[in-house]
């Protein structure tokens, strides 16, 4: 009974993946038309990147780099979220503390990030949160009106995947900005 419902949950998340990846395809083949300004020139993209000290999210940075050069004027937001402390830690530990520790957290992920884009020329700007990944993704994309998300995620296969709680899945269920997913 277990194993049936796991599957049933399963197949029902592939096939919320699979109308997300369609309406991304559509949404790509009308940005293809209407992402030309009426000069001639492509209008800037807003991307949202989230990063965390992963390989991984350096292939992202690696891959926005890489469609910045080609593509033209593109606004980058790094995005880093960090766990929060359980509520039974955090009782003990001033706010200050906490928000002092996410920041130094944050900026050790963020600063090879940001000089990766620096160096190659291309804008960006830095965000920080505190919460559930996926939700704060989510939230960002929709708030700075982010044309799409970019994110990595590792190479896994579907057992794995299907018992693993994966952050890249969640945000492809949450969101109705376009996720381009970059394969480590």
Same mark, same amino acid.
């Given at each position: 009974v277990l194993w049936a419902g796991f599957v049933k949950n399963h197949r029902r998340l592939e096939s919320r993946i699979r109308a997300? #990846?369609?309406?991304?395809? @559509? @949404?790509?083949? #009308?940005d293809g038309m209407i992402s030309q300004s009426p000069n001639g020139e492509n209008a800037m993209k807003n991307v949202l990147v989230p990063v965390d000290s992963s390989r991984n999210s350096q292939r992202?940075? @690696?891959h926005v780099i890489? @469609?910045?050069?080609?593509?033209?004027e593109m606004h980058v937001h790094l995005l880093n979220v960090q766990p929060p402390f359980s509520r039974h830690i955090a009782r003990f530990v001033a706010r200050k503390s906490r928000d002092d520790y996410h920041r130094e957290e944050s900026e050790k992920v963020l600063t090879p990030a940001r000089e990766l884009f620096d160096g190659a020329g291309v804008r960006c700007t830095v965000h920080r949160a505190v919460g559930d990944k996926a939700s704060a993704i989510t939230d960002w994309a929709s708030s700075l009106h982010c044309d799409r998300i970019v994110m990595s995620t590792a190479r896994k296969n579907s057992l794995?995947?299907?018992?693993q709680d994966s952050t890249t899945n969640k945000v492809l269920e949450l969101t109705s900005v376009p996720v381009e997913v970059v394969a480590g």
């Open positions: 997300h #990846l369609a309406r991304f395809a @559509q @949404q790509s083949a #009308l992202a940075v @690696q890489g @469609q910045a050069r080609r593509n033209g794995t995947r299907m018992v």
